[in-house]
Structures are given as C-alpha cells and as structure tokens.
C-alpha cells in the first residue's frame, strides 16, 4: 500500500501527471479521513448510549443511592422507585432461557456437525438460522396466543396441583391463579429465541476444529459421545462459553416477546409461575408516562441493563474467537 | 400477490400517503374513550377533511405528553387539581362520560349474570378472594354454578384514568382497600396481571380463562365481553347502560372543582350505575394557538354533532349547559369563537 | 438390506464398547436429534400459525386501506406498511455509507492498529445491545430536546441498529479479497483509495450485499426501538416525518395486545408479512454468498 504513494509524488515532481494526480491525493485523503471518521462513530455511539443512560439516571441514582438496587418499591404516588424486582425478573427469566437453551443448543450444534447425514445439514442450518432470523414480536405472539394457553393449562395447574402445601417446591412452583402467563413462561419463549442463535455460533466453532484431530479419535474406537467429550468440547469450549454468553445478552434485552407474556406485575414473587416484569418489559410498559423522577429511574433501569450486558457482552467477545457469524 | 398488482398498490399508496392532509391533529392519552375518539375522528375526517391521530397509550402517558408538550392535547379520566393545571399551564375540560363494567371471563356466565357487591370486588383485587366458588361471591348469586378454579386478576399496567376511577370506587366501598392501596392511575397491585391499556385488559379477560378485569363499558360491549352487575349504593343492580350512567351523572356539580373535575362514583339513585366517570381533555394554554385552535374546533364539532355517535358506543354525552360553560371558558382562556 | 443384516446382528458382539459407553453414546444422539426436531418443529409451529391465521387475512384491502380505529370493520395495513418501508429506507440510508465507510477503514487502513482492534471490539458490543436501550439513547437525543416524536427519529435508532451490522460484515469481505488485486491495482499507479473503490469494492460486492440485507432484516422486525421514537400513526404519516409515523412492528403490538378481531386479523395479516419478508432476506444472503464461494 505505501509504494502507491510514493510512486505519486514521482510522478508529480514530472509534471506530466500533475493535474490527473493532484486531486486524487486530496481525495484520497478525503476517503481516509471519512472512513476514519465512520469508524469512530462506532464509538461514539457507545459512548452516547453510555452517556446518556448515566446523566437520565443520575438523579435517581442520587436521590436513592445504593438502595435502589435493593429496594422493591416502585410507587408513583409517593415518588419512590426500587429496581429490585426488575433486575430480579430479568436475571430470573435469563437463567430459565440459559437452562434450557444451552442443552438445546449444544445437541443441535453436535447434530449437524456430528451426526447429520450430508444432505440433510443444509437444510437444518437453513431452518436454525431463519429461526434467529424471527422477528421478536413474532415470538411474543406466538407465545401469547399458542404458548401461553397451553402452559396454563398444561404445566401450571397440575403442577400447581401437586406441589401445593410442598415445602420450597409448593412456593417456587404454585400458581396461585394459573392464567399461563408469567415468569416461567417469559424465560421459556426467550429459550426458544436464544437457542437458535447460539447453536449457529456454536455449529461454526465446532466446524472450525481441525477434522484430522475427530477422525483419529473415531478410529481409535471412540463413541461420538467420546469424541464430544474428551475432543470437541475441550477445543472449542471456550468458545462455546462466549457463544452462550452472547445468547445471554441477548436474553437480558429482549423487549417485545418478555412484555407479551410475563404479565407485567410490579412485585417480587418466590414462585416462577407468578407474574413479573424485567427490566425491558417494565421500560416498555411506562416510559411514554413517566415524568420527573419515575422517567429518570427508568432510565437507571436501563442504565443498570445497560452495563450489565455490557459486561456480558464483552467476556463473550473475549471468550468467543471472531468466526465469520453474527 | 403478483408483482405487477404489487408495484400498483405501491404506487397507489404512495400517491395517497402525498396526499395526507398536512393539518392533522395530535391527541395522545387515555384508553377509556378512545373507541368514541376514533369513531368521531371517522366522522370529523369526512366533514372537515382534517385527522384525528389519537395514540391510546393511557392517561398516564396523556398527562406526560401534554406536559411535555409532544401532542396538542393530552386525554384523561384523572381529572388534574387546580394546583397542577396552574404550575402546568393546561386548561382542562370534560369531552363525554362513560361507565366502568367488572369484564369476567366464566364458564357458563353471561353479560350481567353475576352479581357483585363493592366490597367482594375490593376483596378479589386485595388477593383475599381467591376462589370463584367463595361463599362471598355463591352467596350474592343463589342460582349460579360457579367454577372451583382461582379467580385470575388482571389491572392496568400503564398509568391509567380508568384505574384511578376503579381504585377510587373500591376505595370508597372498602376501608382496607382505602388504607392499604388507595387510589391513583397506577396503585402497587397486591395481585394479578398487568394488561397494557383497557385494550390489554379486555383482551386478557378474553383469552384467560376465570379472569376478571375493568374496563370502559363500550370495550366489554364491542367485544362481547361478559360483565358482573355491581350493587350502587343504594343496594340496587342496575344493567350498564345509557340511563344508569346518565343516572350517576344526574346530581353532578359541575363547578365544584377547577377545570369540571368531577368524580361520578358511587352516586346515590337506584338507577345509577356506581362506576362512572368523566373522561377530559387537557391543552395547553401557551400552545401553538393554531394547533389548540384546531383541537378546540375538533371537541366543538364533537360537542354539536357527536352526540349520536357517544350514545350508540353507550358513553354519556355532557349535558347542553355544561357544553355552553366549556365553550365559555374556552373564549375566555384560549380566545375560541365558535 | 440383506447384506447388512449378519453385519448388524454381530455388531454388539464384536464392539468392545462398554455398555456404559454405549448407553451415554446413544442417549447423546438421541437428545441430538429430538432437540434439533423440537427446533424444526417450533420454527414450523411459529410459520404454519402465521399461514394459518395470516393468510386467512391477506387481501388487497391489506395494501390499500389505513388501519381501522377500535371495533371498526374493514380497513388495512397501508399505512404502517408504508411507513415501515420509509423508516427502514431512512434507516439504511443513514447506515450504509457509514457501516460500509467504517469497514473499509477496519479492513484497509486500520487493520491491526490498537484503533481498529478497539472499534471492532465496540461495533462487536454494538451489535448485541439490546434495542430498546437504542430507543431510550435517540428517544434523550432526538425526541426530547425537539418536542415529538419524529419518523426521523425512528429512522436514526434503525440506523444505529443497523450499522454494526453492516460494519462487521464489510470489513469481513473486503479482507476475503485476494492480495494480489490490491497490488495490481497499485501497480498502475492508482492511489489507495481508486484501488479500494474500484478494485477491493467490486471484488467484495456480492458480499457488502449480503451485509446489507442481513441489516435490513435485523431492523425491519424492530419493535422497542420505535415505541420511543417515531411511535406510530392512525393515519398517514407527514411526508416531511415530523410527528408519529405508522409503522408494522407497532401497529401489530397494539393490534395484537387488544380485542378487537379485526384487529387481530389485522395483527397476524402484518406478522405473515413482516416475518415472511425477513425471511425472504435471510434467505436471499444465503444465495448470494453461496453463488460467491
């Protein structure tokens, strides 16, 4: 690249290319300077967001300190606002998501690299990408309409049914009214949601270890699940981590699908079946009301959400090896 | 859809989105008379060629958008205290009057086929009833085979007109209710689910089975929504309609509050309906004066010929002398003319 | 068949396999498949109830007729549709000169600075954020200090959606182009940037179009973001975009969450599609790339 330079200002010193060569440096620095200046946006957009959540949530952060973390009440009369039960609702419906997603994405990546006859490992893949590619209102629907009836009628009440009066069971597992809605189902649908998306990642990274390293375990007898076990996991498991992790950043934010189902009350609750709200579904359902202090410890809210992801997101690009997926 | 018929809707659309009369009016807030809002912004649009863009996001959001002066006017069924349309600058005044209905969703129940007193809906909405089958409810309806299923509660999650006028009448009905909860657009919901809007509420009393939940009457009616009858306060069970909100209305004193904020609850006569409420507009008096021109003519409109539109819906139009007061203070403090 | 048959029955004699060995192997591969079916199921469920319930909507009064207010029949989708295409139009618009612009920056002049690496691990952060944090950072720098609502304001919340989008895949193309053409080109004597735009560019054009498409299909579906920002509209929208602007994403939110059927209807006729185009997208940079390699 820095021979193209050099060869211009020769050719200038000759005069003959003078004219055809001069506006090109300027516009070739130009072209520099806007892809430069592109690139920094990047970065100033981040630090917009991070900016702007930190100065819109500074008077609540002040006015409540650390007991806004903490405190559970969220009372517009009074004026006093705690992210407690939003922050718990949001780590609640992750760790439901994160449960059941990452078996489910762990067995669909080992199906297509590992098992999948040749022809049917296209059109999987092409079947678990479009599944990410699901707009997340659409999982909201679904599980509003299709979702919702069948965990109320299906999982809640009998299950309700048989843990009643149970010790530590009887509380996390009864609903008092089974409407279907509620925590446990928000972390479901955001199970269906996130899997799909880390099964990709995690399919490419398992792609990606060297096919030599497998054959030689087959042919020294190894089962597939041997071969998972003792080869592909410790190859690729870091990764595998990072490729979770982006999933669980996904599962803190989401918005639309969570606000559908989870019910949208502003209480704790020891019990998964009961209602909750997370930190998204809560800014979703009253930023467009909120005024003065309720409108600032919103924005703490998402102040709070924001770094938490943040954090999260940044051990999963650490962990995750850059492959070419998004 | 062939392409060719898709480009031509394309084109059509386009031509017709250009066309899009410039003078529209913004209007932002409760969800209690937005079915009576769009159905007269229908008809408005078809006389004066000008829109209604009503966003049916609660009164919550209408107070916080007319304050933050992002619509021309705000919509709410909280009527606002002297004090606040002062420091705020707003003038508010009432646009029609509509009833709040219990919508229940139980097997074998039909509209107005279970009665229900003030206190046993305060005990539901406190989480101490939680049975449909409790002997409060059975033993207010000899004759009804009710379900052994929890009672599912639904509320408002927004910042909602329609909750205030619901937490005030249970208020009124129930001390616990008073001391404990109170009565506010948005309250600390001892238990149930949130429904967004009376929208929401309507549509999850439909589709959750045993639920119960409060809406503005023409939600239940539109959607063929079951309701209870609640007993007023002469211990009489009027049915929902018209002439039991209008009873609720008789003795209003309109002037007994800044801005016509009247509260309609629990109104003594054997006919009146005991959850009814006003619903009201809020506008600013230091805005554009084009804007707030055109709003005023929009509500002026509605006041002249609306009237028929309201009843059909089962809202209650405002009595002619309240509607000249209005119209009244609108010259004095926005120099309106009709 | 027949020749497998003796093979088959003598397998578990001559296998040395523990049967504990066998018994994890198998239960990894039968949980292999049934979670992969339940995947494919559930795509199948989401997609047949769209056909189900959507289709059973569809018709021309969709394209043509504005949505209808609360407990009205009739009316359409004609509005938010087109709505949708402006903000998402307005959102690429803004996005696609400064994602592409910022890859190349990433791929040609920064490569491994300490800048580059940083960027890239930004626009990577970016790229995962949830959306509705976008909503409330351009609803505090657009909404707010401007009094409204805006289609503007939607528009640049979708941009900033889609540009890291756009920036990663850029940048992943552009390197995916040989040395060799680069030094060609620079070899004639043409300075840095000739060569990026016309030799590395057009080398990487099928796949900068991937990038583009994969960005629109991320924002078309973007629901949170506009709750803030470009809200939405009962009627058309102000073509200079001040004020709410309808859009599909919203409109299906309110129509969805409330109890009209026609709205409903409505609601399902606009997810059928909002997600059948998105898919048709996904689909579409799959083609591409694969016709690329």
């Not at chain 1, 440096?25 to 100033?44: H, K, W």
């Not at chain 1, 597939?224 to 979770?244: F, K, N």
């Not at chain 2, 859809?1 to 009016?25: C, E, H, T, V």
């Not at chain 2, 409790?134 to 639904?154: F, Y």
């Amino acid at each position: 690249m820095s021979a193209a330079p050099l060869a211009m200002t020769e050719a200038t010193e000759s005069g003959q290319l003078s004219r055809r060569t001069k506006p090109s440096t300027t516009s070739d620095r130009l072209f520099e300077y806007a892809s430069r200046g592109s690139a920094l946006i990047v970065l100033v957009l981040l630090a917009g967001i991070m900016l702007s959540m930190v100065i819109g949530g500074w008077p609540a952060f002040r006015q409540f300190g650390v007991g806004f973390l903490t405190s559970s009440v969220w009372d517009t009369q009074s004026d006093q606002y705690g992210a407690w039960p939003a922050i718990a609702g949001t780590l609640t419906t992750a760790a439901i998501a994160m449960i059941v997603g990452i078996p489910l994405s762990l067995g669909i990546a080992i199906f297509l690299t590992q098992l999948a006859p040749a022809w049917m490992k296209r059109p999987v893949s092409t079947a678990v990408e479009l599944l990410a590619a699901v707009p997340s209102i659409i999982y909201g629907m679904w599980g509003l309409f299709v979702f919702v009836p069948l965990v109320g009628a299906y999982v809640q009440t009998p299950v309700s049914k048989i843990v009643e009066g149970l010790p530590l069971v009887g509380t996390i597992l009864y609903a008092r009214a089974p409407s279907g809605l509620g925590v446990l189902t928000a972390g479901l649908i955001l199970a269906f949601m996130i899997t799909p998306f880390i099964a990709s990642i995690t399919r490419d990274m398992l792609d990606q270890i060297p096919s030599v390293l497998r054959e030689s375990a087959y042919g020294v007898g190894c089962t597939t699940w041997e071969v998972v076990r003792h080869v592909l996991l410790p190859q690729a498991g870091v990764s595998i981590i990072g490729a979770t992790m982006l999933g669980l950043g996904r599962a803190l934010g989401e918005t639309m699908a969570v606000t559908f189902v989870i019910g949208n009350a502003n209480r704790l609750s020891a019990s998964v079946f009961d209602p909750g709200s997370t930190i998204a579904s809560r800014v979703a359902n009253e930023f467009n009301e909120a005024l003065g202090m309720q409108l600032s410890a919103l924005i703490a809210l998402g102040c709070i959400l924001f770094f938490v992801t943040f954090v999260v997101l940044c051990c999963a690009r650490l962990l995750v090896a850059r492959v070419g997926k998004i | 859809m062939k392409p060719m018929n898709f480009l031509a809707a394309a084109g059509f659309l386009a031509a017709s989105a250009i066309s899009a009369s410039a003078a529209d009016i913004t209007g932002a807030g409760a969800t209690f008379p937005f079915p009576l809002y769009a159905k007269w912004a229908e008809a408005y649009k078809a006389s004066a060629n000008i829109g209604l863009n009503y966003q049916s996001i609660g009164s919550g959001g209408g107070i916080r958008q007319i304050k933050a002066k992002t619509v021309d006017f705000g919509a709410s069924d909280m009527p606002l205290k002297g004090d606040e349309l002062k420091t705020d600058g707003l003038i508010q005044f009432p646009s029609a009057m509509g009833g709040i209905v219990p919508a229940i969703n139980v097997q074998g129940v039909g509209a107005g086929g279970l009665k229900l007193t003030g206190a046993v809906l305060a005990d539901i909405y406190l989480g101490k009833i939680t049975k449909w089958n409790d002997k409060a409810i059975a033993g207010l309806n000899s004759g009804v085979t009710l379900p052994d299923a929890a009672i599912n509660v639904v509320y408002r999650s927004d910042g909602s007109g329609t909750s205030f006028v619901w937490t005030d009448y249970l208020s009124r009905v129930s001390d616990e209710w008073k001391s404990k909860i109170g009565a506010n657009t948005s309250v600390s919901w001892p238990v149930g689910v949130g429904g967004k809007g009376n929208e929401g509420v309507s549509a999850s009393v439909k589709q959750v089975p045993n639920s119960i939940g409060y809406v503005e009457y023409a939600y239940a009616k539109q959607n063929k929504l079951a309701f209870a009858l609640v007993a007023n306060k002469d211990g009489k069970y009027p049915a929902p309609e018209n002439k039991a909100f209008q009873a609720a209305a008789a003795n209003a004193d309109w002037n007994a509050a800044p801005g016509f904020g009247i509260i309609l609850n629990n109104q003594p006569g054997d006919e009146a309906w005991p959850i009814t409420s006003a619903t009201f507009i809020l506008i600013r008096k230091d805005g554009d004066a084009a804007k707030n021109q055109a709003a005023l003519k929009f509500f002026d409109w509605a006041y002249s010929n609306g009237d028929k539109i309201a009843t059909d819906l089962d809202y209650v139009p405002l009595p002619t002398n309240v509607k000249a007061a209005i119209r009244q203070t609108w010259g004095q403090e926005l120099k309106f003319t009709h | 068949m027949q020749a497998d048959q003796p093979l088959y029955v003598a397998k578990p004699f001559v296998s040395r396999v523990r049967p504990s060995r066998r018994a994890s192997d198998r239960a990894l591969k039968i949980l292999s498949m049934l979670f992969t079916a339940l995947g494919i199921f559930v795509l199948f469920w989401i997609l047949g109830m769209l056909l189900v319930k959507g289709v059973s909507a569809l018709s021309i009064d969709v394209f043509t007729k504005i949505t209808p207010g609360p407990g009205t029949e009739g009316g359409g989708l004609a509005n938010p549709l087109i709505g949708s295409i402006v903000l998402t139009a307005l959102g690429m618009l803004i996005a696609t000169p400064i994602g592409v612009l910022a890859g190349t920056y990433l791929a040609e002049y920064g490569k491994a600075s300490k800048i580059a690496d940083v960027i890239r691990f930004i626009n990577d952060i970016l790229l995962s954020a949830p959306s509705i944090l976008i909503g409330l950072f351009v609803y505090t720098l657009l909404v707010a200090p401007f009094g409204g609502y805006s289609g503007w304001a939607g528009g640049v919340a979708l941009a900033i959606i889609a540009l890291p989008v756009i920036v990663r895949t850029t940048e992943d193309m552009m390197r995916l182009v040989p040395g060799q053409l680069r030094e060609a080109g620079a070899a004639l004597g043409a300075p840095p940037s000739v060569v990026i735009r016309h030799v590395t560019w057009r080398a990487a054009r099928a796949g900068m179009l991937t990038g583009v498409l994969l960005a629109m299909a991320r924002i078309a579906g973007e629901t949170a973001p506009l709750l803030f920002t470009a809200l939405n509209n009962n009627f058309w929208f102000e073509p200079s975009l001040m004020g709410g602007v309808s859009n599909l994403p919203v409109t299906i939110y309110q129509f969805a969450s409330a109890p009209y059927d026609n709205w409903q209807a409505l609601a399902w006729a606009g997810s059928l599609i909002i997600t059948f185009a998105i898919l048709g997208l996904s689909i579409a940079t799959r083609l591409i790339l694969s016709k690329g390699h």
